[in-house]
């Protein structure tokens, strides 16, 4: 692999907050081996940045990469060979916007982590579930109230794995485990994309629940929940869930707790005005963009309560089908309660710690991978430089390779 040595950058300290003007940066072997003030030597390849910002690469907490369409029923009966190029196409744009690395909750497998890994797709390095844990009638269950039987086998696309009763429920966390999931995700609350569920009601019983966390546990993983309410989410994190996915119509009680219990929670604001403005385009039956209503307005209110208290929060997104390329709005719809700062630290280094890899992900930092991406301008002024196809990302790399050069 080509040692590549960046010159004359203006490094963003994600740690510190700041600026760092003027520094050479040496990759080598697929990690930063070297940063200085000074000459380095020992680059191949010298790329000058002239006071362009060289960051971290970022890191989406909550994607779908299969999810080529909002209408999940749709999906369950499409051709999981179409599903995985478009799921390449999917991650290619990801990668084009910043984002080194991905968290799938509920699609990807170790199929698609594979083709990345061995370079058949360019694409971020991808952290997968495979599919979601949900009850009958829950957020994974696609089926409309008058369909009765459910014999969609699981390599058929689709986010969910609908599963009842503490053995089924083990059952499957081992599965999904034996798969090499990196996380396990279920279905703790009602969703806006499932037929018959409420936003309101509560999934799994206690029982299910303590089941998937310790059959996680024993495997050194971690539970990531979908859920909006305050009921749902208080449950899930008493009873040891990690990772907070969307959590809307959290309350100051809820806030605390989680604060408390070490919980992390994934706002996913993109996903709801997008769905507002678009969600039929993109395959969603209209019958249920309603329900995004009632979780709409509060998720930033939950945003700035959790800022507040101190909950740590990454980057999540959420976005289905033609509305992947709202990616990089979540960074100015938190704007308005979160300092350009945390919200750069949400997309590196948060993230990394959410997957468990800050020792190697999130950061500029001697012996990390080389995960880095070049923008025009400083986010930590404005953080509108994110956003900005005019300006960034002028360069992305993964590993130490450049993938994307528009310099």
Request: aromatic share 4%.
């Amino acid at each position: 692999m080509t040692a590549i040595l960046f010159e004359n950058a203006n490094l963003l300290d994600v740690e510190a907050g700041e600026i760092l003007p003027d520094r050479q940066v040496l990759v080598r072997e697929g990690r930063i081996a070297e940063i200085s003030e000074g000459r380095i030597a020992g680059g191949e390849r010298t790329i000058d940045l002239r006071g362009k910002t060289l960051m971290p690469g970022l890191i989406d907490a909550h994607v779908h990469v299969t999810a080529i369409s909002a209408n999940f029923a749709e999906l369950a009966r499409t051709s999981p060979f179409y599903v995985s190029a478009k799921a390449g196409e999917i991650m290619n744009g990801m990668l084009r916007r910043g984002f080194t690395s991905v968290r799938d909750v509920g699609g990807a497998d170790h199929g698609l982590a594979r083709a990345v890994e061995e370079g058949l797709l360019k694409a971020p390095r991808l952290f997968y579930c495979g599919k979601a844990l949900s009850p009958t009638g829950g957020h994974g269950d696609v089926r409309g109230p008058g369909v009765e039987g459910y014999e969609t086998p699981y390599a058929q696309p689709g986010l969910g794995w609908i599963v009842d009763g503490v053995p089924e429920v083990r059952r499957a966390a081992r599965g999904e485990i034996r798969r090499g999931a990196h996380h396990i995700k279920i279905m703790g609350g009602g969703g806006i994309s499932s037929p018959t569920d409420r936003i309101s009601s509560d999934q799994f019983s206690e029982e299910e629940i303590a089941a998937v966390v310790e059959e996680a546990n024993m495997a050194n993983l971690y539970v990531a929940v979908h859920a909006y309410a305050a009921r749902s989410i208080e449950r899930c994190v008493r009873l040891g869930v990690r990772s907070i996915e969307h959590g809307n119509l959290a309350t100051d009680e809820t806030i605390r707790l989680m604060k408390k219990h070490d919980a992390y929670l994934v706002p996913t604001l993109a996903i709801f005005r997008a769905l507002v403005e678009e969600g039929v385009k993109a395959g969603l039956p209209e019958e249920l963009v309603g329900k995004t209503y009632e979780v709409l307005d509060a998720g930033i209110n939950a945003v700035e309560m959790a800022y507040k208290a101190g909950v740590p929060m990454a980057y999540g997104t959420d976005l289905l089908g033609v509305m992947h390329r709202r990616q990089l709005t979540e960074f100015s719809l938190r704007k308005d309660v979160i300092p350009p700062v945390d919200l750069v630290r949400a997309a590196t280094i948060n993230g990394a710690r959410l997957l468990r890899r800050e020792t190697e992900l999130g950061l500029v930092s001697a012996g990390y991978l080389a995960d880095l991406i070049v923008v025009d301008g400083n986010p930590l002024d404005d953080i509108g430089v994110m956003e900005d196809p005019e300006r960034s990302p002028k360069l992305v790399m993964k590993a130490g390779e450049v993938l994307v050069d528009n310099l």
